[in-house]
T-cell receptor
Framework: GAGVSQSPSNKVTEKGKDVELRCDPI?????LYWYRQSLGQGLEFLIY????????KSGLPSDRFSAERTGGSVSTLTIQRTQQEDSAVYLC?????????????FGEGSRLTVL | GQSLEQPSEVTAVEGAIVQINCTYQ??????LSWYQQHDGGAPTFLSY????GLEETGRFSSFLSRSDSYGYLLLQELQMKDSASYFC????????????FGGGTRVLVKP
């Protein structure tokens, strides 16, 4: 597709369940980012991929959170044993990866609600 | 570390001019970006200042002063569709390509 695609767009789950969120970046973009946004708040960095490697995982809140990227393309963010405080919109972004232009291309996000 | 401060909300009428300030504390960064986000939508890139000074893109302009640790986004000839949240962000030099975002400013445009 032309833009960053995320699925599911909405996910409601019960506390303690595991969830997987998927991101399909713009074709050819080597850099991929996951952010989290709580209602009315700013964007909180989670993890950054360059190709299939994650040089910066500093934003992952706990060991319940993990992410992988395969084939330099699709990425999956997994949250194990979800808690209510995990409820947020999870945004994925991609960029060409070279240089620092300040421009990321975001998907519309996956809204996670943990009951 | 990095910290960016923005006003939480600004209200203005159609046709007016709004300036959204962003003050930051950071040890070093490549540039200052601005993003727009409508409710329920994806953040979209507006502008990037790598150097001090003013960058103009249509009705929107962005400014950076590294010596003052300050930047702003100027929205001119406000339209109803400009009602959205606006975020400033920096690309820290010590942190690869990731962006660190401010808390956002909600702009409400009234008729």
């Amino acid at each position: 597709g032309a833009g960053v695609s995320q699925s599911p767009s909405n996910k409601v789950t019960e506390k303690g369940k595991d969830v997987e969120l998927r991101c399909d970046p713009i074709s050819g973009h080597t850099a991929l980012y996951w952010y989290r946004q709580s209602l009315g708040q700013g964007l909180e960095f989670l993890i950054y991929f360059q190709g299939n490697s994650a040089p910066d995982k500093s934003g992952l809140p706990s060991d319940r959170f993990s992410a992988e990227r395969t084939g330099g393309s699709v990425s999956t963010l997994t949250i194990q044993r979800t808690q209510q405080e995990d409820s947020a919109v999870y945004l994925c972004a991609s960029s060409l990866g070279g240089g620092n232009t300040g421009e990321l291309f975001f998907g519309e996000g996956s809204r996670l609600t943990v009951l | 570390g990095q910290s960016l401060e923005q006003p939480s909300e600004v209200t203005a009428v159609e046709g007016a001019i709004v300036q959204i300030n962003c003050t930051y504390q950071t040890s070093g960064f490549y540039g200052l970006s601005w993003y727009q986000q409508h409710d329920g939508g994806a953040p979209t890139f507006l502008s990037y200042n790598a150097l001090d000074g003013l960058e103009e893109t249509g009705r929107f302009s962005s400014f950076l002063s590294r010596s003052d640790s300050y930047g702003y986004l100027l929205l001119q000839e406000l339209q109803m569709k400009d009602s959205a949240s606006y975020f400033c962000a920096v690309t820290p030099q010590a942190a690869g390509n990731k962006l660190t975002f401010g808390g956002g400013t909600r702009v409400l445009v009234k008729p």
